[in-house]
């Protein structure tokens, strides 16, 4: 009888403990950042001109992370949106090319906690890219839309530290496009046709032999108090289609600066109890 006891306890013991885990309150906090960007930007369009232009790119992005709620110890997701204006000039500075565009994502990631306050994270994400460039020599037709929906490889990996006596992250985000749709005209095609109802050839099917795309973030975040940081860091972006015996190269270099942080919403009747599980996204 004694045995049968014993089994029954050393059977109940962990259901026990799982229910005690159960009943303790996790809180996620949304970590988010706002960031502008200034830095140098190529664009070549042979749709509007066989020339390379060069100048200026600004941009504003807005970002935010959150662990997952079904898993929020290993799985985080992010949101970004980020808005970018590039003014360059052709090589004799006699005209302009214009470009003006919005990017939107949102992806999941698993991460692994490593030593030394490194944490690895892998995963997917889903983009949405639209915008337009605009040649100012050109009469005609001065416009080429760009537009592209893809499923993207995307992590990050980070590094926690103190610099001045303050927490520092220090982190590295590639992004790559692996396959999804995008929009091209044919070569030579106005837009005047496209209206009149020449839909033919405009989607094509995005993968590596005709659309390649690559992002790659570095940012460090100093924190000058518990929940807000100073963001600084450097963004690059390489675009390159080819399709229709049209091609498209965009090529961009960015400083940034900005305030990230993080932050609890609580509902005025709620509290932090001593005992709730605060698990953040970025650490």
């Given at each position: ?151 993207n490889i995307t992590g990050d990996i ?86 229709n015996n049209n091609v498209t190269q ?34």
């Amino acid at each position: 009888m004694k045995q049968i006891t014993l089994n029954i306890i050393l059977i109940l013991l962990p259901l026990l403990a799982t229910a005690q885990n159960d009943s303790v309150e996790v809180v996620r906090p949304v970590a988010s950042a706002w960031e502008i960007g200034v830095g140098a930007a190529k664009i070549t369009d042979t749709y509007l001109s066989p020339l390379k232009y060069d100048g200026l790119e600004f941009s504003l992005r807005y970002e935010r992370r959150q662990s997952m709620k079904f898993n929020p110890n290993q799985w985080t997701m992010q949101l970004a949106a980020e808005a970018v204006v590039d003014k360059t000039e052709n090589p004799m500075r006699y005209a302009s090319m214009w470009y003006g565009g919005l990017d939107l994502s949102w992806g999941m990631t698993h991460r692994w906690r490593l030593p030394h306050n490194i944490i690895l994270s892998v995963g997917g994400s889903t983009s949405l890219d639209a915008g337009c460039i605009y040649s100012t020599r050109n009469g005609n037709n001065p416009a080429s839309a760009k537009a592209a929906w893809t499923v993207n490889i995307t992590g990050d990996i980070s590094w926690s530290t103190q610099f001045v006596n303050k927490k520092l992250i220090l982190r590295y985000q590639p992004t790559l496009p692996v396959i999804g749709a995008f929009f091209a005209p044919e070569y030579g095609e106005l837009y005047y046709e496209i209206s009149l109802g020449n839909y033919d050839g405009l989607c094509h099917c995005a993968w590596w032999g005709n659309y390649f795309k690559m992002e790659n973030r570095v940012t460090a975040d100093w924190y000058l108090s518990r929940a807000t940081a100073l963001r600084i860091g450097y963004n690059g972006n390489i675009l390159s289609t080819k399709v229709n015996n049209n091609v498209t190269q965009m090529i961009s270099h960015c400083v940034v600066i900005g305030v990230s942080g993080q932050w609890l919403s609580l509902a005025p009747s709620r509290s932090i109890q001593p005992d709730t599980h605060i698990i953040s996204a970025i650490y």
